[in-house]
């Protein structure tokens, strides 16, 4: 069962809200040092297979759909500023993305081969690139939680947050209707789709 689902349509207040995504991110991030730890122990037991599951949807799915929360609401109106302190904040996050998802990219594969069973993972480049990522991610969130978001909930106006509640419902609606279509199709990627990492059971994540 799909434990994310439930949180999917949000509110706007949701991105710009403290401690929110933030905690859920260090959540996951813990689950990715225990799943390192855990295949260090036991290797690729049920239990790490759990956790890579978890790991895969949310930084598959719940994360990035955050990212791009900020970028399509939060970022456009906070890089028109004229606190140049501010846009070179912003500019700073918005890098950020753009090195976590390579980062994720190169990690990913392996979390994936975890989930599935499989063989096909290596203990070493997991451990590095989790090590990379964490500590990515945890001066990201400072940075946004220090300036990004303060900045944004004072300078939104609640018809923008209203526009932003609406676009982010209608298109988690839309990447709900898509998982429930993949659940009906057969395993294997779509014509033209390149495989790549998917939740346990043949439901593609990224």
């Known amino acids: 069962m799909n434990t994310f689902t439930n949180r999917s349509l949000v509110s706007s207040s949701s991105v710009l809200r403290s401690g929110c995504l933030p905690s859920a991110n260090g959540f996951a991030l813990g689950k990715l040092a225990a799943l390192v730890s855990g295949l260090a122990a036991r290797g690729p037991d049920a239990q790490a297979r759990e956790l890579a599951a978890d790991i895969l949807h949310h930084f598959c799915v719940t994360a990035r759909e955050h990212h791009e929360d900020e970028e ?3 970022f456009p109106q906070l890089l028109i500023s004229d606190d140049a302190e501010l846009v070179q904040a ?7 993305h753009g090195w976590l998802a390579e980062d994720w990219m190169a990690l990913s594969p392996h979390i994936d081969a975890v989930a599935c069973g499989h063989a096909g993972y290596d203990l070493d480049v997991l451990r590095e690139g989790a090590a990379v990522f ?3 991610y945890h001066d990201h969130i400072a940075l946004e939680e220090s300036i990004a978001y303060p900045q944004a909930r004072a300078r939104l106006h609640p018809s923008d947050k209203r ?3 609406l676009e982010m419902a209608a298109r988690r609606r839309s990447r709900l209707k898509l998982e429930k279509r993949r659940h009906r199709q057969p395993a294997g990627p779509a014509e033209g ?3 790549g990492p998917h939740l346990a059971g043949g439901q593609t994540a990224c």
């Open 193 to 195: 789709q390149l495989p």
């Open 90 to 96: 912003v500019q700073r996050v918005q890098q950020d």
């Open 134 to 136: 964490t500590a990515l």
């Open 72 to 74: 399509r609401h939060v």
């Open 163 to 165: 526009e932003m509640a």
